[in-house]
């Protein structure tokens, strides 16, 4: 079975500061997908990342980044500089390629507090 | 509109009363998921469809609980006999792709409360 551990409920920083958001994953399959994805005060998902499970790149965009460890089953998020409009609820979520089982596996959540 | 498309956004009944909440789907997407949110929690998956294929159920909590989705597009999720415990936001996404790697495209919710 698939799970998605966000061990971190709630975060709090002052804007400008770095701040890294943890996820961890458990699957059988060798091919799966991670993602991130950013729910604001209004309430609509919205995708940010999807990696593969082949792909173990880094990735950057703008103020965001990704560190995805197959060795530690990790996909942990980590915002540079941060800024009050970063303030929401991130999840992480999973997904196996297998056909008939590809429904999206969702952790608790983290919510982010940027204190201006 | 593009995105997609839920009704009721708000829906307030009582206790053993059933509810219909509406999905429609962005225009092509052949997978479509209802997820429910319970307040402070993470995203429960309920079901999931994907084009012509058998959906699948694995995630509703009780037999209370059904969807359909109508010549692969609007979908229902019925709630038979409302619970308390029910009350959630309930969230419908859809996508283009199958296999797992598809970017899912999520509604507003419907918030569901039941007195």
Redesign the interface.
Not at chain 1, 42 to 47: I, Q
Not at chain 2, 98 to 101: I, Q
Not at chain 2, 103 to 109: N, R
């Given at each position: 079975a698939q799970k998605v551990t966000q061990a971190q409920t709630e975060i709090s920083v002052v804007e400008k500061e770095d701040v890294t958001l943890d996820c961890v994953y458990e699957t059988r399959d060798t091919t799966?997908?991670l993602?991130w994805?950013k729910q604001p005060p209004?309430?609509?998902?919205?995708?940010l990342i999807?990696r593969?499970s082949f792909d173990e790149q880094n990735e950057i965009s703008g103020r965001y980044s990704w560190n995805f460890q197959k060795s530690t089953s990790s996909f942990n998020f980590t915002i540079t500089a941060s800024q009050v409009v970063d303030s929401a609820v991130y999840?992480c979520a999973l997904?196996?390629?297998?056909?008939?089982?590809?429904?999206?596996?969702?952790?608790?959540?983290t919510r982010l507090t940027i204190i201006p | 509109g593009a995105g997609v498309s839920q009704s009721p956004s708000n829906k307030v009944t009582e206790k053993g009363k059933d509810v219909e909440l509406r999905c429609d789907p962005i225009s092509g997407h052949t997978?479509l998921?209802w997820?429910r949110q319970s307040l402070g929690?993470?995203?429960e998956?309920l079901i999931?469809f994907?084009g012509n294929?058998a959906p699948?159920k694995?995630?509703l909590p009780s037999d209370r609980f059904s969807a359909e989705r109508t010549g692969g597009s609007v979908s229902t999720l019925t709630i038979q006999r409302t619970q308390q415990e029910d009350s959630a936001?309930y969230?419908c996404?859809s996508s283009t792709s199958?296999?797992?790697?598809g970017?899912?495209?999520?509604?507003?919710?419907s918030r569901l409360t039941v007195l």
């Open positions: 799966y997908y993602f994805y209004s309430g609509e998902l919205v995708f999807r593969n999840f997904s196996e390629a297998r056909r008939g089982n590809e429904k999206l596996t969702f952790g608790t959540g | 997978a998921y997820y929690q993470g995203l998956f999931y994907q294929s699948d694995s995630g936001v969230l996404a199958s296999g797992g790697a970017e899912l495209f999520f509604g507003e919710g």
